[in-house]
């Protein structure tokens, strides 16, 4: 299991920080883990997984135009 820090995120996404924080707010992306007192990361496996429902969503809706 590997944890990513917010950085490695948004570099694996492509998202913004502040989208990144928008989407956890409305629970459309995984929530963080807390490492440390002010210090979070995130599952990679769950970035992933997200990611991997993105693309199915893009393939399903290409396959029903």
């Known amino acids: 299991m590997k944890v990513l820090r ?16 928008k989407l956890i707010g409305s629970g459309e992306f995984p929530r963080p883990v807390a490492l440390t007192g002010r210090s979070v990361g995130w599952i990679e496996s769950e970035v992933v997984a997200w990611i991997q429902l993105r693309i199915e969503a893009r393939d399903t809706a290409s396959l029903l135009s």
Do not use: C
Not at 13 to 21: C, D, F, M, P, Q
């Open 6 to 21: 917010l950085n490695a995120v948004v570099q694996v996404t492509g998202l913004a920080r502040s989208t990144i924080y």
